[in-house]
T-cell receptor, first 115, second 109 residues
Framework: DAGVIQSPRHEVTEMGQEVTLRCKPI?????LFWYRQTMMRGLELLIY????????DSGMPEDRFSAKMPNASFSTLKIQPSEPRDSAVYFC?????????????FGSGTRLTVV | TQLLEQSPQFLSIQEGENLTVYCNSS?????LQWYRQEPGEGPVLLVT?????EVKKLKRLTFQFGDARKDSSLHITAAQPGDTGLYLC?????????FGQGTTLQVKP
């Protein structure tokens, strides 16, 4: 398996533009997580899905952020409109529910810069 | 919400030295995981500890889970430059993995 695949690796956009980040989880994993990492706040959980259903979105900062998982092999995180304070590294991770000991597998992240 | 506190935040040592980093919580962990993150990459799982008092070894890394399952430590023996990175502890008591702020380790040759 190629692991969790995120695209793009880097994104630079202007304030006010829409940004879409993409994630392909590991085949067979039924839980998917979106995290944001900054120096100030560390690694924060934004939202997670189980069997394609959003379970907890309490970490989503505001209405400008939305996430979807239309099927078991694809998820998107959208920011509209983007702001400079959204600049961060966004990670997607997947796991198999009930197999906590195997941990989460993270993608390589998308580094977002909003200017 | 369970909060995880890691210490120290930063550690810079010479190759060959030993070190210990800590992860503490006011709540009991059902299980705890340690991850290492290298620049430009996502965190990678090192180990999961589940039982109070448990000790696990991974080459030069020794992980210990406190008897009360409220704290954990990671000890590295004879650190090498390849150990450089961000070490994160995480707990998934509520079904979602929450991380501490991490310990940034720099091992100088």
């Amino acid at each position: 398996d190629a692991g969790v695949i995120q695209s793009p690796r880097h994104e630079v956009t202007e304030m006010g533009q829409e940004v879409t980040l993409r994630c392909k989880p590991i085949s067979g994993h039924n839980s998917l997580f979106w995290y944001r990492q900054t120096m100030m706040r560390g690694l924060e959980l934004l939202i997670y899905f189980n069997n394609n259903v959003p379970i907890d979105d309490s970490g989503m900062p505001e209405d400008r952020f939305s996430a979807k998982m239309p099927n078991a092999s694809f998820s998107t995180l959208k920011i509209q409109p983007s702001e400079p304070r959204d600049s961060a590294v966004y990670f997607c991770a997947s796991s198999l529910t009930g197999h906590t000991n195997y941990g989460y597998t993270f993608g390589s992240g998308t580094r977002l810069t909003v200017v | 919400t369970q909060l995880l506190e890691q210490s120290p935040q930063f550690l810079s040592i010479q190759e060959g030295e030993n070190l210990t980093v800590y992860c503490n919580s006011s709540s009991v962990f059902s299980s705890l995981q340690w991850y290492r993150q290298e620049p430009g990459e996502g965190p990678v799982l090192l180990v999961t500890v589940v039982t109070g008092g448990e000790v696990k070894k991974l080459k030069r890394l020794t992980f210990q889970f406190g008897d009360a399952r409220k704290d954990s430590s990671l000890h590295i023996t004879a650190a090498q430059p390849g150990d450089t990175g961000l070490y994160l502890c995480g707990s998934s008591n509520t079904g979602k993995l929450i991380f501490g702020q991490g310990t940034t380790l720099q091992v100088k040759p």
